[in-house]
């Protein structure tokens, strides 16, 4: 870990400015109205305006705007670091791993589906510490087994090796996906404590919610699957809201779930519209879409109490995040001729 002094005060100026220009729900609105070649000239009068015309020449259509998208997030992402010093470094570094797991469980999902590896890479986020070169082997590469040894000397490697022999005896990736968060978030939390007030605490308060609507997100998937697993066998470290137990009970009763989300003493209080939502879902990914709310929803209130604190940063990587998928999600939603309402419910907003 680095030891040099820190600067969560310069890094959060710096976020704020990059933070007011992110879309707003007007224009979604107009982007739902609009085909893939008006997005990416809409995109093109934003600050994707460099990432668009980069790529213009080589791209059109859904695939210009799905580059330039990873290639913007990736870009502020980087910024985040280079801006960083000591201890704000260490704590953005290693919760910018999320995309090494993202990269890879796109690329374990592409094998696992035949989808072609120019099919693939679009979707890659290079904002983690996996270097490009390791990425295109992973996506080029042939069987789920292939990607797992390209991770050898990574602190994927054991975690995805051993989780391989349930995949091979289930054929779901349930256990490959959930080794690779389990991994994140383990090494998230080393050497965090369990801090009771001040900035520190508002940090490690994040990361626990974050991993209680992992487990509940996991529990539902699958509960969904109809796979023979036990919900608690996959059950990850470190959040404040379910134990193992109450996890597989409460995994097959959905109404049980959420009551169990908005009875808590810590996010009862500070959620609204987005427990309002979780209620109101009919489908898994409805359900998703509402955690993913929350979990915005209630970073923001965290980075309010403390606004120079590390949350602030890690709720604009989220909601950075949220703008990045929502475009991509009109602009797929647009190229397939899904009607607006359609569209609309993919969104995630507050």
């Known amino acids: 870990m680095s030891t040099g002094s820190s600067n969560p005060e310069y890094v959060n100026a710096r976020v704020r400015a990059r933070r007011a220009v992110l879309f707003d729900d007007e224009d979604y609105r107009k982007l ?14 934003t600050e994707y305006e460099r990432e668009i015309n980069a790529l213009g020449t080589r791209f059109s259509g859904v695939d210009l705007i799905e580059y330039a998208l990873n290639r913007n997030l990736a870009k502020h992402f980087h910024d985040l670091l280079d801006w960083s010093e000591g201890r704000t470094y260490d704590l953005v570094a290693r919760y910018l791993r999320k995309f090494d797991v993202w990269n890879v469980k796109t690329a374990i999902r592409g094998i696992y589906t035949d989808t072609p590896a120019d099919e693939i890479r679009p ?3 290079r904002a983690g510490e996996l270097e490009d070169a390791t990425l295109e082997r992973i996506v080029e590469a042939d069987s789920i087994e292939d990607v797992v040894e390209l991770l050898r000397g990574t602190i994927f490697y054991e975690p995805l090796s051993e989780a391989y022999e349930r995949y091979e005896e289930t054929d779901v990736l349930v256990p490959l996906e959930n080794a690779l968060d389990r991994t994140f ?19 490690v308060e994040f990361l626990e919610a974050e991993i209680d609507f992992r487990n509940a997100r996991n529990a539902l998937r699958l509960a969904r699957s109809g796979a023979d697993l036990d919900p608690a066998e996959y059950y990850i470290e470190g959040g404040v809201l ?12 959905y109404d049980a779930l959420v009551s169990h989300i908005a009875d808590s003493r810590r996010y009862g209080d500070r959620l609204s519209e987005a427990l309002s939502w979780l209620r109101e879902a009919d489908s898994l990914i409805q359900f998703e879409h509402a955690l993913d709310a929350a979990l915005l929803e209630y970073s923001d209130r965290l980075s309010s109490i403390y606004p120079v604190s590390i949350s602030a940063v890690l709720s604009y990587i989220l909601a950075k995040e949220r703008e990045v998928e929502n475009i991509r999600a009109i602009a797929r939603g647009r190229e397939v001729g899904l009607a607006e309402n359609e569209i609309e419910e993919e969104l995630v907003i507050l």
């Not at 739902?32 to 093109?44: D, T, Y």
């Not at 978030?185 to 508002?202: C, K, S, T, V």
């Open 32 to 45: 739902i109205r609009m085909g893939p070649s008006e997005i990416a000239r809409f995109m093109e009068e």
């Open 185 to 203: 978030y383990e090494h998230l939390l080393d050497d965090l404590g369990r801090p009771q007030e001040g900035p520190g605490a508002m940090y």
């Open 123 to 125: 979707d890659l986020i």
């Open 242 to 253: 379910f134990s193992r137990s109450e996890l597989r009970r409460l995994v097959s009763d």
